[in-house]
């Protein structure tokens, strides 16, 4: 049974996991390789939190019993020792998530569940570095995930059966819907949307048309909640660079290879909202 959750990585996606869970009523855990970056999870937790009683959206009284399931904890050993559940949601590098994953493998209690919040990366090759194969699967939820309600699970080589019944029942009780996927490269969502949005980069770089009017004929033409460009700067350019060349690698096929014009974004800094420019600037 899943009552404490460690997520390891307190950014925009660690923390945004991280309050799901504690609004689901789990205790919660929040662990990186800096107290700054767990001191600035639980800042923006606690920003949010506020911003929904100020609205009154619930009172307060929900807000503290939301804000006191969450806490910090630098030392990894100390934040996975009484885990139940691992959720690991940080930079989308494998060799590092592999690294990590061992660290956590020889820490945490043999009954704990491992899950990675990739969007791409090999769950099999993550499962192997924990040594608990069996008891690991992809986690990926969506940014932000207090509004983005969906999990994306993923099956390794070794997931068990028994594994994922038990994840798609915590699934629900964070009220959220979820899919299944084969492990394959880009899984469901990205397969389908990172050549999609590299389509958008050479529109753009090709001059076909604007970056306001690309996000215009999208959002409206195909009744998207936000355009590609917008959503490209949303994610990060980096993290979107990462994954097409890691699908270009992968599946050996021309529609994955990285528009030119994304590269030279990422090369000049302009990773979209986290740096303050994008496509756009903020």
Sequence with gaps: MIKNITVIGSGQMGAGIALVCAQAGYKVVMNDIDMKFIEGGLKRNSAWVSRQVQKNRFPQQEADRILGNL?????LEKAVSNADLVLEAIIENIEIKCKTWKRIGEFAPTKAIFGSNTSSLSITEMATASGRPEKFL???FFNPPVILRLIEYVMGYS????????????GKSLKMEAVVAAEAPGFIVNRILMPMLNEAFFTLQENIASVEDIDKA?????NHPMGPLTL??????DTILYIS????EELGEDKYRPCPLLRKMVRAGKLGRKSGEGFYKY
């Design 245 to 248: 060349e890691y699908l270009h």
């Design 159 to 170: 997931t068990s059966q028994e594994t994922m019944e038990i994840m798609r029942d915590w």
């Design 71 to 75: 806490t910090g904890e630098l030392d």
């Design 218 to 222: 999208i959002k409206l033409g195909l």
């Design 232 to 237: 490209s700067d949303f994610i990060g350019l």
């Design 138 to 140: 992809g986690t990926h």
